[in-house]
């Protein structure tokens, strides 16, 4: 149920975009999902089409951009994108890493039409 949390969250936040800005109608939304992070595209998309409906962002298309993971060495400063989820540095083998993006969710933008 994780993702009706967040698709509900993000209808949201969409409609009160629409709202201030006077649109009538949500055409797109784009999102930015890490690759680490646990949502699944076609989840957020299911649930949206159920609770979008009879609101503005009915129909609305939904835009996944996925950002690849990335983590720095906290031993030897080595940065690197881990292959095969393999987390632990290539260079030293340390598993003392950081993760520096790939985790992230969040609702980078809105198209709204007016009337
Ligand atoms: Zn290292």
Redesign the pocket.
Known sequence: MHELTITESLLEIALRHAREAGATKITDLYLVIGQLSSVVDESVQFYWDIIAKDTPAEGALLHFQRIPTEII?L??N?QYKPVDNQMA?P??D?ISIKIISGEEFFLEAINVETD
């Open positions: 060495c031993n030897c080595n540095c260079r030293c340390s």
